[in-house]
């Protein structure tokens, strides 16, 4: 079984719960776990990761090169670029190419009026990385470069190697802690998930954002879950508990605001790990028995 952890808002909390779900369930089931946030990947750190057994550079981002050789300095490519990377370097007065800011898109290439002066070459858009926690389980992550496109295709690689290692080690399940947002990595991170376990806290931007996040769960017909963090933060607010019910999700538990969270996070322990006692740790223990009766089964 695939299951997404998604959050549609950024900072609710999503990857410090996941890192406790993943401590939880390590003893009851085998998995591989997926940081999907290629951009600000941090699951790593938040399970104690200081080393990776192996790392693969994802070569598939394209960026214009101009031969200055060939080049007449007509300075079309200058004019037409639609992303204003081109610039003229002061000292040679060549015209270059902003690596970090091209998206080759090629309209430079194809504007310039002497063949095989400016041409498209591939480029690394990231790096991908796998490390055994010390819990045990792998860990799949990546971290794109600078300015570099194609966040959604590093998780689809991610999870690739993801599934081809639950083979290899004959595991059950692939945990994916999907990145903030709606974009390309969210949907890599969805898509082909067999579970969508939504995380929001009761704010209106939160909840605006999940229902977002929950567009795209419904556009691949996933069941989705919704856990509440922080859940006592806006005493009142019943928006997350109304959206819920009126969409038919199953709450799988709140988790109220506790200051032991980010002291475990400066720790690179997850919650229950640092502090099983706290309020925090009990409610995710409780979340987590509901995930194995309701979901993993």
Partial sequence: MQIAIASGKGGVGKSTITASLLYLLKDDYSFVAVDADAEAPNLGLLLGVTEWDEEREHIGAKVARINTESCVKCGICYERCPYGCIYIDDEEGNYVVNELTCEGCNVCGLVCPVAGTITLEEVRSGVIRKATTKY??????????????????????????????????????????????????????????????????????????????????????????????????????????????????????RI??????????????????????????????????????????
Wanted: aromatic share 6%; with cysteine; net charge negative.
């Fill in 256 to 297: 109220p605001y506790d200051r032991a969270v980010p002291k475990s996070m400066s720790m690179l322990k997850p919650v229950v790990e640092a502090f099983p006692d706290s309020k925090a740790s009990k409610a995710i223990v409780e979340i987590a028995e509901v995930i194995k009766k309701e979901i993993l089964g």
């Fill in 136 to 253: 045990g389980f792998p860990l799949i992550s990546a971290q794109l470069d600078v300015g570099r496109p194609e966040s959604g295709k590093l998780v689809t690689e991610e999870k690739e190697w993801a599934s081809k290692l639950m083979k290899e080690l004959n595991l059950e399940h692939m945990i994916v802690d999907s990145a903030a947002g709606i974009g390309c990595q969210v949907i890599a991170s969805l898509g082909g998930a067999d579970v969508a376990i939504l995380i929001a806290e009761p704010t209106p931007a939160s909840l605006s954002d999940v229902q977002r996040a929950y567009k795209v769960v419904q556009h691949f017909r996933e069941p989705a879950y919704l856990i509440i963090n922080k859940a006592d933060i806006n005493p009142g607010f019943r928006g997350l508990e109304e959206w819920a019910e009126k969409e038919g999700i199953p709450i799988l538990g």
